[in-house]
């Protein structure tokens, strides 16, 4: 009887603990791209463009705390990724979406990238792959 209690007093805490337990499917920083972003906000969010300049966008539900930062680009090239560029901004520390423009933000040849958002240690902040086609 004392096993059945044990069990039982087990099961009530698994119970209990699962129903209070909050489960996000992301629960960092989200890095997403669009064409460009205006006083209306993003415009044509999407993972494969034409090749040319493109917004790099951040979205948190926390700040950042990022002052100085990197969105850095590597190629695929069939077998693994290649550095391609490496483009440094400033933003603001308590910022928690954040559009990153920039005429040396682009791309000119097609293919696969890998995009990175760095901190000023090189540390990964968040990641996404997009494609460019001519």
Do not use: H, W
Not at 46 to 55: A, E, I, S, W
Not at 88 to 93: G, M, N, P, Q, T
């Amino acid at each position: 009887m004392t096993r059945f209690k044990l069990f039982l007093g087990f099961f009530a805490l698994v119970f209990v603990l699962g129903l209070t337990t909050n489960i996000k499917a992301q629960n960092g920083p989200v890095l997403y791209f669009c064409e460009k972003y205006g006083s209306s906000g993003e415009q044509s969010i999407t993972d494969r463009f034409y090749t040319g300049p493109v917004t790099v966008m951040v979205k948190c539900d926390y700040a950042l705390g990022l002052k100085d930062c990197a969105i850095q680009l590597d190629k695929y090239n069939g077998y693994s990724f290649d550095y391609y560029k490496k483009v440094d901004f400033d933003v603001s520390a308590d910022m928690k979406y954040i559009y990153f423009e920039s005429s040396d933000l682009r791309v000119d040849s097609p293919g696969i990238y890998r995009c990175f958002l760095l901190d000023s240690k090189k540390n990964t902040v968040a990641s996404a792959l997009v494609e460019f086609i001519r």
